[in-house]
């Protein structure tokens, strides 16, 4: 999100310098247009009589310009010519040193160093005719300069004043075009940046969103009652002592019915309980003890 915001920011600042650095050059190339038509207006047509002479100056100029880029090249295809050249001569002495034992390393040091010479000189011959080529245009571009110049001299004398000011003029648009061309790219470089930043954004919501759904899934997956089972397995151990208490309750009323144990005893107890029996027999009472039996769980 910071980086996101920063090349948002950057956009906007380099968005409000490009729009000044337009608005810059479109106010220069209309004042110059409108300078260069009153001093057309002043001159009269000896602009139209000098201008190819201008023109072929221009063209001079480039020529010359490109002369000098291919004499550079010519000259370090001729330095990289010489270089290899010698990389084949060392190689070639440590072959010829090593002639007895036949060292795969320096043949292949000579190898390498022979195709490097091969590819320097096909670059030297290159670089060489393009050198001559350019050599010829400039010196025909600068015989026709001579010519014209010859031819038109009272007309180029005359509107001299108009061609140095569009000369001026288009050193300050070139500059202003310029500016305006680094700031478009610095813009779209800016924007790259917030695309790139947003695209991560994205990536990290959806994820976030993803492991948020797989959670949501997982449990709706799980079955129903699960998070109450320990608590259930808790209370099995005292379900089961309830059980086994009731048991024990019942086995003592399924004894305690049983009269088969009072045989025999000759106890207090028995006794008044056999008196109680015969008294109430001769009460004529119907009244017969009975113990009424338990329902056994």
């Known amino acids: 999100m910071e980086h996101l915001n920063e090349a948002n920011a950057e956009i906007n600042c380099l968005e409000l310098q490009l729009d000044d650095a337009r608005t810059a050059y479109r106010r220069i190339l209309s004042e110059s247009a409108r300078k260069l038509n009153a001093q057309g207006s002043q001159l009269g047509a000896c602009i139209e009589k000098a201008r190819p002479y201008y023109e072929a100056r221009r063209l001079a100029k480039e020529a010359q310009q490109e002369t000098q880029r291919a004499a550079l090249r010519y000259e370090r295809a001729v330095s990289m010519h010489n270089a290899a050249r010698e990389m084949v001569f060392v190689a070639e002495q440590g072959v010829m040193a090593d002639r007895n034992r036949l060292d795969p390393t320096w043949q292949e040091m000579l190898n390498h160093?022979?195709?490097?010479?091969?590819?320097?000189?096909?670059?030297?011959?290159?670089?060489?005719?393009?050198?001559?080529?350019?050599?010829?245009?400039?010196?025909?571009?600068?015989?026709?300069?001579?010519?014209?110049?010859?031819?038109?001299?009272?007309?180029?004398?005359?509107?001299?004043?108009?061609?140095?000011?569009?000369?001026?003029?288009?050193?300050?648009?070139e500059e202003h075009k310029s500016k305006v061309?680094?700031?478009?790219?610095?813009?779209?470089?800016?924007?790259?940046?917030?695309?790139?930043a947003l695209r991560n954004l994205e990536q990290i919501s959806e994820q976030i969103h993803a492991r948020r759904l797989q959670r949501l899934l997982s449990r709706r997956a799980s079955p129903i009652g699960a998070e109450s089972g320990p608590s259930r397995g808790a209370e099995g151990p005292s379900d089961t002592a309830s059980v086994l208490s009731l048991q024990t309750i019942a086995s003592d009323l399924q004894k305690f019915d049983s009269v088969e144990h009072l045989v025999g005893l000759s106890d207090a107890s028995s006794l008044k309980g056999e008196e109680m029996e015969e008294n109430t027999a001769r009460r004529g009472e119907p009244g017969r003890f009975r113990h009424h039996r338990s329902v056994s769980l």
Request: with cysteine; charged share 30%; glycine share 4%.
């Open 181 to 196: 061309t680094a700031l478009e790219q610095r813009v779209a470089q800016a924007k790259t940046r917030y695309s790139v």
């Open 113 to 173: 160093a022979t195709a490097k010479v091969n590819e320097a000189e096909e670059e030297r011959v290159r670089s060489e005719g393009e050198h001559q080529r350019v050599s010829r245009r400039c010196l025909q571009a600068e015989g026709r300069v001579q010519a014209l110049h010859k031819g038109l001299k009272r007309a180029i004398v005359k509107s001299k004043p108009y061609f140095e000011l569009k000369a001026q003029f288009s050193v300050v648009l």
